[in-house]
């Protein structure tokens, strides 16, 4: 049976991971740092974290509810499959997005916040995720206690992955409009192999 640590961890390295390849969030955070500082940045990120605890506890919610449902599992595990494959494709055939960033007039905790609330692709995200790591026997989710101690890990996984494009940001702004694009498409490749992988384990 998971532990506390195990659900933490697993949430912590899940969400950092998410939070990586290259979309609004981590975008903004960049152009916050270079314009207005570290510490605006901080506030960006810690405004991202909030929100994600929020919406990844929701979602938490919403999967256990198709959990109590075992007839819904195959739907559940087909449906993850095919939204990894259409992730995957849309990573490889994505288009450069630094040259849309630009400043935002307005409080950096009040962006990150709004941003992280427009960002509604985060429900899809883990109740698809939480349902195959809680289906492999990875996590515990039949607690409330449990819960918590996951999404914590989430939200902290969340701001984990903002401070590299905080700090590096000088240097990230300019490798990342020259290697986006190659980035995309590995980020792609790597969805459609867990897409494959999923697939193999279902009829496996």
Not at 34 to 42: F, M, P, R
Not at 43 to 56: K, W
Not at 58 to 65: A, E, F, K, N, P
Not at 174 to 201: N, T
Request: hydrophobic share 50%; net charge positive; proline share 2%.
């Amino acid at each position: 049976m998971p532990t506390l640590y195990l659900n933490f961890f697993i949430g912590l390295v899940v969400s950092f991971l998410g939070t990586l390849p290259l979309g609004v969030l981590n975008i903004t955070v960049m152009d916050v740092s270079l314009k207005k500082g570290i510490h605006s940045a901080i506030r960006f990120a810690l405004a991202c974290a909030m929100v994600e605890f929020v919406y990844s506890y929701i979602s938490v919610q919403l999967t256990r509810s198709i959990i109590d449902f075992p007839a819904l599992r195959h739907i559940t595990e087909a449906v993850a499959t095919t939204t990894l494959l259409g992730m995957g494709i849309h990573y490889i055939r994505k288009q450069n997005s630094m040259a849309g960033s630009r400043q935002k007039s307005v409080s950096s905790f009040y962006l990150g916040t709004l941003l992280s609330i427009l960002n509604v692709v985060a429900f899809p995200f883990w109740i698809l995720y939480t349902t195959l790591l809680q289906g492999k026997g990875l996590i515990g989710i039949s607690e409330n206690g449990s819960i918590l101690i996951y999404v914590c890990g989430i939200s902290l996984g969340t701001l984990g992955g903002l401070l590299p494009f905080i700090y590096g940001s000088r240097f990230l702004t300019r490798w990342v409009a020259a290697h986006q694009h190659r980035m995309d498409r590995i980020i792609g490749l790597l969805f459609i192999f867990l897409a494959v992988c999923q697939f193999v384990s279902i009829w496996a």
